[in-house]
Nanobody, 120 residues
Framework: QVQLVESGGGLVQPGGSLRLSCVIS????????TGWYRQAPGKQRELVAR???????NYADFVKGRFTISRDNPKKTVYLQMNSLKPEDTAVYYC??????????????WGQGIQVTVSS
């Protein structure tokens, strides 16, 4: 089994910063892609950013230049540095991983989600 534990969320004022972390643990053979998604009330879950094992990154247009995704492979941890936060960034943020584990050659897992609120 694979577990994802997110941390670093909370309340921040507009223009502020937060850093989300996601620690991945369990019976993992290879990690392919890790990413962050978010879901605001009444909206669908959307991709924020993702990073491949080789370090290739993709960002949603609405976070380009403000958010940075990074990954520490030995620690099996993915980070999302969020700067210049806006009220519209308020959402539950979810960590996502696509990997090879002892169950399947290609499997996908989600974290439990962490609240980020941007408000004055």
């Amino acid at each position: 089994q694979v577990q994802l534990v997110e941390s670093g969320g909370g309340l921040v004022q507009p223009g502020g910063s937060l850093r989300l972390s996601c620690v991945i643990s369990g019976s993992i053979l290879s990690i392919y892609v890790t990413g962050w998604y978010r879901q605001a009330p009444g909206k669908q879950r959307e991709l924020v950013a993702r990073i491949s094992g080789g370090g290739t990154t993709n960002y949603a247009d609405f976070v380009k230049g403000r958010f940075t995704i990074s990954r520490d492979n030995p620690k099996k941890t993915v980070y999302l540095q969020m700067n210049s936060l806006k009220p519209e960034d308020t959402a539950v943020y979810y960590c996502n991983v696509v990997l090879r584990d002892v169950v399947l050659p290609l499997n996908e897992y989600w974290g439990q989600g962490i609240q980020v609120t941007v408000s004055s």
